[in-house]
């Protein structure tokens, strides 16, 4: 059974870092688009980052030049390490999975990320 399991999530001031891992079993990883979502309390779910399984990367504006996605297609993993975090990257981060020719898709449930002003 397909199953992601997001880690990493936690408490952090202003201007730290975190990096969270989303673990994927039950799939053919290399064959899956990877994504890290995240929705604020009173939000939409919104799109951060994503990579592709020939390794594309592409972020949200707000996080340019502050996240960076990655995957290892060895462990089935994929990383999301955020610098210069913000109070507003406050969120429950969910990690994504879709099979690059479409029609499955698959989400973790959540870790929880707070950012301290």
């Known amino acids: 059974q397909a199953q992601l399991v997001e880690s990493g999530g936690g408490l952090v001031q202003a201007g730290g870092s975190l990096r969270l891992s989303c673990a994927a079993s039950?799939?053919?990883?290399?064959?899956?688009?990877m994504g890290w979502y995240r929705q604020a309390p009173g939000k939409q779910r919104e799109l951060v980052a994503t990579?592709?399984?020939?390794?594309?990367?592409n972020y949200a504006d707000s996080v340019k030049g502050r996240f960076t996605i990655s995957r290892d297609n060895v462990k089935n993993t994929v990383y999301l390490q955020m610098n210069s975090l913000k109070p507003e990257d406050t969120a429950v981060y969910y990690c994504n999975a879709a099979y690059r020719l479409g029609g499955i898709r698959y989400w973790g449930q959540g870790t929880q990320v707070t950012v301290s002003s």
């Open positions: 990579i592709t399984t020939g390794g594309g990367t």
């Open positions: 039950g799939m053919r990883f290399s064959l899956m688009n």
